[in-house]
T-cell receptor
């Protein structure tokens, strides 16, 4: 089954404790991205990657890092999480620039 | 980044009613997408539009790519309880990898 898989689905952590949210897709898609969803703001792009070892900032990259060492994986790293990063996070992938995006099921992160 | 203006923000509708929502942009887009997000899930693509003026249906859903290329509309006919959720529009400009999203329309159906 074609899918985008995120882990964990839920995470509660403390301020400053480094964490990684994993994202994996099995569709051989080149393009992957991370979004955060906050009430009234819709989906805002954090980072995206056009291919292996090619990443770039989205609209709200501050406080986040990503890596793309393999085509299928695109982890999101929070080196020092803060409470304003409490949000619902989605990973998405698509075949190329013109294609529609497939989303993972989301990771609800709470930073206390 | 470019954000889209999506309206209405929320709606309460009676089962069986038709509903409409729209999305506008100050920029020209060459792709419009409509997604639905169920509670606790990620957005799922409903309809994709690639040409100005295009009208596409998916069951009870119909979406249109505006002639000006700066707007798009989604209609749901004869709404049912499972239509509950958040509907997002998304657009992409011609030389851009990024998708811009609207803030979403929350639909609640009264049985």
């Amino acid at each position: 089954e074609a899918q985008v898989t995120q882990n964990p689905r839920y995470l509660i952590t403390v301020t400053g404790k480094k964490l990684t949210v994993t994202c994996s897709q099995n569709m051989n898609h080149e393009y992957m991205s991370w979004y955060r969803q906050d009430p009234g703001l819709g989906l805002r792009q954090i980072y995206y990657s056009m291919n292996v070892e090619v990443t770039d900032k989205g609209d709200v990259p501050e406080g986040y890092k990503v890596s793309r060492k393999e085509k299928r994986n695109f982890p999101l790293i929070l080196e020092s999480p803060s409470p304003n990063q409490t949000s619902l996070y989605f990973c998405a992938s698509r075949l190329d620039r013109g294609a529609e995006a497939f989303f993972g099921q989301g990771t609800r992160l709470t930073v206390v | 980044g470019q954000q889209l203006n999506q309206s209405p923000q929320s709606m309460f509708i009676q089962e069986g009613e038709d509903v409409s929502m729209n999305c506008t942009s100050s920029s020209i887009f060459n792709t419009w997408l409509w997604y639905k997000q169920d509670p606790g899930e990620g957005p799922v693509l409903l309809i994709a539009l690639y040409k100005a003026g295009e009208l596409t249906s998916n069951g009870r859903l119909t979406a249109q790519f505006g002639i000006t290329r700066k707007d798009s509309f989604l209609n749901i006919s004869a709404s049912i309880p499972s239509d509950v959720g958040i509907y997002f529009c998304a657009g992409r400009r011609s030389n851009d990898y990024k998708l811009s999203f609207g803030a979403g329309t929350t639909v609640t159906v009264r049985a």
